[in-house]
């Protein structure tokens, strides 16, 4: 008999990847255990070198889908005779080697759940499993439990909690797990302040869009704001008040039959489109379709998107008794401003936009906007790194032993990249800098990717125009930290490089 000490470090935790270390060990007749820490996923198993053999190739060739095994680290420890294999609970350990999973699309059995009237989940908007759901825009810290989330204030119901601690359900430990009885509600806030408490909110909100009101809906990682795409005075309307005068405006239609209705779709497109991500995907548009020109003036392309959440599935759901089937789903913010992310912060700066607003209680740690792809080549392009890629790292092997370093980015669409462990964290997009909101929520994920992943970085590298933002508080931190090094960068040059890191070719 053999025992050892595994340590996974990957897309590990929130994934379904414990219950499945559990089914393996035990279909292996192994006992042991395993358990979260902020250091990755430990495993102890023991048994005959057969077994262990043949447990080590399973968990790297038949992990659950959304996991990632990255690394796994083997110690030859002594045999402790143990019967059985259990989970133990989490522990808090030096490091993050483990890393966090991104926001994931409801998959095909929690939409089945809510539209089951049989189900008892049945038209619930924050339904989700350990295959689907908020990840990054709901956790304060590694270990991922739900004391570490922005569902701590909920505590599950007898049948939520059945579902959590049976390790064979799919609900096993899903972090976000709830149900109508336990957890987030929405609700609609009408104009003047009106809040609708009776009836169904979603419904309302379609009766509302069929109106042509205009929604900021809060979603996963953020607000969107939302109206018919066929109604051109509405979509008039929106851009006059989110003074966004000509840029192309994102669709989100309720499946991919109503897309191909819309828009040429290559394999790969409708690949992207109903992938985990759920991004929006550019796509060449039909002609003669029903889409107010307004949407995307003078371009032949339409950005596509399908529901990534339980809330707008069910949103899509109740514009079909309307016959709607495209909504216009842009970031809830004015122009140059971040997405709005709290009920307060929306109702504040999104009023002299919206008519109405669809608004929940479960809290958003941080924001994450829709992530943009574009089939170029028969190769996927991503041009916006958000919700569904964020923070899902660039592997960079060759870099494994430089020291970890923060390039806080340009003025322009500017995104942060921590590299830590030959690993190039890239947070959600941030926008254009020289807003003050803008430049608040750049300060808030410099310190978020820090805080999370526990690094403090000896560099920074920044752009080389004095003026700039980031350029400003880079030569900021140092004045406040002379020990950092820091390192300007022509952005054309960062734009290359970015480009060889990301297709592999440096």
């Keep these: 008999m053999r025992r050892q000490r595994l340590l996974v470090n990957g897309i590990v935790q929130g994934v379904g990847f414990r219950p499945f270390v559990v089914q393996t060990a035990d279909e292996l007749g192994l006992a042991g255990h395993v358990c979260n820490t902020s250091g990755g996923v430990v ?45 133990r609970p989490s522990q808090n350990t030096p490091g993050t080697g483990t890393l966090i999973p991104p926001d994931v699309a409801t998959c095909t059995d929690c939409l089945r759940e809510i539209r089951d009237p049989q189900n008892r989940r049945h038209g619930y908007a924050f339904t989700n499993c350990t295959n689907c759901g908020p ?81 900021a809906i809060r979603g996963l990682g953020g607000f969107h704001l939302a109206v018919r795409a066929d109604e051109p005075e509405a979509v008039r309307t929106l851009r006059r008040r989110k003074h966004r005068a000509g840029k192309p405006l994102a669709v ?67 514009l079909a008794e309307h016959g709607i089937t495209a909504l216009v789903m842009t970031s809830g913010n004015a122009s140059e401003e971040p997405i709005c992310m709290g009920n307060a912060e929306a109702q504040t700066r999104l009023a002299a936009i919206a008519d109405a607003y669809v608004l929940h209680n479960r809290e958003i740690r941080r924001r994450a906007d829709d992530s ?31 020291p970890p370093i923060l390039a806080v980015g340009t003025q322009l669409k500017n995104t942060v990249c921590l590299l830590k462990d030959g690993r190039a964290f890239l947070s959600p997009h941030i926008g254009d800098l020289g807003h003050l909101s803008a430049d608040d929520f750049f300060r808030e994920t410099t310190a978020t990717l820090q805080n999370v992943l526990e690094c403090r970085p000896g560099i920074l590298a920044h752009d080389l125009h004095p003026a700039y933002t980031a350029t400003v508080w880079a030569r900021q931190q140092q004045r406040l930290h002379p020990e950092l090094q820091l390192v300007p960068v022509q952005h054309h040059h960062a734009h290359l490089a970015a480009v060889l890191a990301e297709h592999r070719l440096t």
């Design 43 to 87: 495993i102890e198993i023991e048994g005959p070198a057969a077994g262990l053999t043949e447990f080590a190739r399973r968990l790297h060739q038949q992990a659950p889908p959304l996991a990632q095994v990255v690394a796994v680290d083997i110690e030859e420890i002594l045999p402790a005779g143990t019967a059985g294999f259990g989970i």
């Design 135 to 215: 990840r990054w825009t709901i956790i304060d810290r590694i270990p991922y439990d739900r004391p570490h989330t922005s569902l701590a204030p909920f505590t599950m119901c007898p049948a939520c909690q059945a579902e959590y601690d049976d390790v064979h359900d799919r609900r096993f430990h899903a972090q976000p797990n709830a149900c109508a009885e336990c957890g987030p509600r929405l609700w609609l806030k009408g104009p003047l302040g009106a809040t609708a408490d009776q009836g169904n909110p979603l419904a309302q909100a379609a009766e509302a869009l069929a109106r042509h009101a205009i929604l």
């Design 252 to 318: 989100m239609v309720p499946d991919l039959a109503a897309a191909r209705r819309l828009a040429v779709l290559s394999p790969r497109a409708e690949e992207l489109l109903q992938s985990p991500v759920a991004p929006i995907v550019l796509v060449e548009r039909r002609d003669a379709v029903a889409i107010a020109p307004e949407v995307a003036p003078g371009h032949r392309q339409l950005g596509l998107m399908l529901p990534a959440t339980p809330l707008h599935h069910l949103l899509l759901d109740a």
């Design 372 to 402: 943009v792809l574009q089939v170029a080549g028969g190769r996927t392009v991503i041009l916006r790194r958000a919700r569904g890629l964020a923070p899902v790292p660039v592997f960079l092997p060759d870099t494994a032993d430089t």
